[in-house]
C-alpha cells in the first residue's frame, strides 16, 4: 500500500514522503495516529503543501540555530568557587548551574542540551558541547577558578 508520511518516522522516511508498506501497518499503527495518509491525488496535493512549508520552516530553524551556535562556541563562563585543603572544591557544578549563567547572559536554551558527562569537581578549564541542533554542537569553555 502506497502512503504519504505526514511527520517524520524513524526507521520510514521524513514528512511528505511516498513509501510502500503493508496494509496492516498502516491500517493498525500509521492512521490512528495520524502519522501518514493513504496516496490519493488529493492527498499529494496536501502533501506536496506540507512539505514545502516544512521546508521553510527549517531553513528558518538552521538559521536560528546556526546563529545560537556561533554565539555559544564564543562564550566563555567562569565560576569561583571555595576550596579546602589540596584545592578540592566544595560541591560541583552542575549543568543547572550552567543552564543559569547562560540564562544570565541572555542565552535561553534548554538544560538538558547541555551535554556534560558528570559534574565538575575540580578547578580547571573544561570545554563543555552543547545540543544545539542534530549536526551542530559547539563547545562553551568553562573556567573553574578558586574564589
Do not use: C
Not at 28 to 45: D, E, G, I
Not at 133 to 144: A, C, I, N, Q
Request: a positive charge; charged letters at 35%.
Amino acid at each position: 500500500m502506497d502512503i504519504i508520511l505526514l511527520h517524520d518516522v524513524e526507521l520510514l522516511g521524513t514528512a511528505g514522503d511516498i513509501i510502500t508498506v503493508k496494509p496492516g501497518y498502516a491500517r493498525n499503527f500509521l492512521f490512528p495516529r495520524r502519522l501518514a495518509l493513504r496516496a490519493s491525488k488529493r492527498n499529494l496535493a496536501i502533501a506536496d503543501e506540507r512539505k514545502r512549508n516544512a521546508e521553510k520552516r527549517r531553513a528558518h530553524d538552521d538559521k536560528i540555530n546556526q546563529e545560537l551556535a556561533n554565539q555559544l562556541k564564543d562564550l566563555e563562563i567562569t565560576f569561583e568557587v571555595q576550596v579546602g585543603e589540596e584545592e578540592k572544591m566544595f560541591g560541583a557544578i552542575t549543568t543547572n548551574d550552567i543552564h543559569k549563567q547562560l540564562v544570565d547572559k541572555g542565552i535561553n536554551i534548554e538544560r538538558h542540551r547541555i551535554e556534560l558527562v558528570e559534574s565538575i569537581k575540580s578547578l580547571g578549564i573544561y570545554h563543555v558541547p552543547v545540543k544545539v541542533s542534530l549536526d551542530l554542537k559547539p563547545e562553551l569553555k568553562v573556567y573553574v577558578i578558586k574564589a
